[in-house]
């Protein structure tokens, strides 16, 4: 089965930034979209980035203009390039990858603290 591998969460001041790696591997799979979304007590779970299989993106408000998701084909990753972050960014974040059959697969989250 697909495994997901994320990595690059920590603690970032406000207005710095960090970049978030999701590392695919297991079986053989193709990609039909692969996305970020984020969790934080008290709140709902909220989508913030994603990228189909022909490398087009979307992002929520809050995300728009500071964030950025791409991919390496090559390496089976997609990235969460997060600038200016701010204390309501802080959460759990999470990869998930859906293939072209209908399989869905998650992350195991990455925290994320933005704080002085």
């Known amino acids: 089965q697909v495994q997901l591998v994320e990595s690059g969460g920590g603690l970032v001041q406000p207005g710095g930034s960090l970049r978030l790696s999701c590392a695919a591997s297991g079986r053989r799979f193709s990609i039909s979209a692969m996305d970020w979304y984020r969790q934080a007590p008290g709140k709902q779970r909220e989508l913030v980035a994603v990228?189909?299989?022909?490398?087009?993106?979307n992002y929520s408000d809050a995300a728009k203009g500071r964030f950025t998701i791409s991919r390496d084909n090559a390496k089976d990753t997609v990235y969460l390039q997060m600038n200016s972050l701010k204390p309501e960014d802080t959460a759990v974040y999470y990869c998930?990858?859906?293939?072209?059959?209908?399989?869905?697969?998650w992350g195991q989250g990455a925290q994320v603290t933005v704080s002085s």
């Open positions: 998930r990858l859906y293939t072209k059959l209908g399989e869905i697969a």
């Open positions: 990228i189909t299989s022909d490398d087009s993106t």
